[in-house]
Structure formats: structure tokens, C-alpha cells
């Protein structure tokens, strides 16, 4: 039995310099180019560094309020942060060396176990993060407050 399989296609357009467009059929045009660090001259253009740490990011979050809506955990506030860290890596490589992203749900007095549990099965399921040959640090902290009435 051969699993399923999904595809992705995207279209990456050179623009000039170090600038691209980056397309996906039906959707808007994102242009993105090489970040200050890295001589990109236009710190409102989004990056591939950029791209990486938010799809990681959004994937855990997109992941996370899924897995809360099947399992009636109420959401009042969820943020997820991120950051990325390039450098040096332990195979000798220049390129991202580990991400730490940091998990915040609002939640109802009682859930919080369940919140918990709910977090780390999105850690385990966002198939952006167990795509990634890194170290991804993930700091989840949980608030309560009375079920609104």
C-alpha cells in the first residue's frame, strides 16, 4: 500500500540584484530577497531566512489549534514566536543550527494538562519541524482563566 503523497509546487522569479519572486498558483506574490546579514539591502523584504523560522512557527501553531479543535480544548489566545539560529553547524556546514519557538496559549481554569499534552502532539506532528535536520527548543507556557459564561 503506497501512502499518500501531497505536493507543494512553487515558481521562484529573478527580479534584479538579489531579489526573486516567489509564487504559488492562486495565491499572492511574495518578493523576497537576501536579508541585511547576509548584504540584502531592503530589510522590509521578506527572506528565505525568514521564511523558514515562520513556517515552522505557523506550522506548529496551524498544527496546535487543530489538534485543540478535535480534542474541545478551548482556545482564547494561542502566539507562537520564533527565532533561528545560523552558524556554523556541528557537520562543519554554515546554515541554521538549531531554533527555539515559544508557545503561548490562553486557555480555559481546568485545561491545562490537556493544553499540554495537546502542545507537544503539535511538536510531533508539524511536519514543517520533523522535516528539519535541527535542534528546535520549544518553550510552551499555558495561562488559565474562568470559562466565559
Known amino acids: 500500500m503506497r501512502a499518500k503523497e501531497f505536493n507543494f509546487p512553487v515558481t521562484i522569479e529573478w527580479l534584479a540584484g538579489t531579489r526573486v519572486a516567489t509564487r504559488v498558483s492562486g495565491k499572492p506574490e511574495i518578493e523576497t530577497s537576501s536579508p541585511p546579514e547576509f548584504r540584502g539591502t531592503d530589510p522590509t523584504v521578506w527572506s528565505p531566512e525568514d521564511f523558514l523560522v515562520a513556517a515552522t512557527a505557523s506550522c506548529i501553531a496551524i498544527t496546535l489549534s487543530g489538534i485543540a479543535e478535535r480534542r474541545g480544548l478551548?482556545?482564547?489566545?494561542?502566539?507562537?514566536?520564533?527565532?533561528?539560529?545560523?552558524?556554523?553547524?556541528?557537520?562543519?556546514?554554515?546554515?541554521?543550527?538549531?531554533?527555539?519557538?515559544?508557545?503561548?496559549?490562553?486557555?480555559?481554569?481546568?485545561?491545562?494538562?490537556?493544553?499540554?499534552?495537546?502542545?507537544?502532539?503539535?511538536?510531533?506532528?508539524?511536519?514543517?519541524?520533523?522535516?528539519?535536520?535541527?535542534?528546535?527548543?520549544?518553550?510552551?507556557?499555558?495561562?488559565?482563566?474562568p470559562a466565559p459564561v
Do not use: N, Y
Request: charged letters at 35%; one cysteine or more.
Open 74 to 145: 478551548p482556545l482564547r489566545r494561542l502566539s507562537v514566536s520564533g527565532e533561528g539560529t545560523v552558524g556554523t553547524r556541528e557537520d562543519g556546514r554554515f546554515g541554521f543550527s538549531r531554533m527555539k519557538l515559544r508557545v503561548e496559549i490562553d486557555t480555559d481554569e481546568g485545561m491545562k494538562e490537556l493544553a499540554r499534552e495537546i502542545a507537544r502532539e503539535a511538536e510531533e506532528g508539524c511536519l514543517v519541524a520533523v522535516s528539519l535536520d535541527l535542534p528546535i527548543e520549544t518553550v510552551v507556557e499555558i495561562s488559565t482563566a
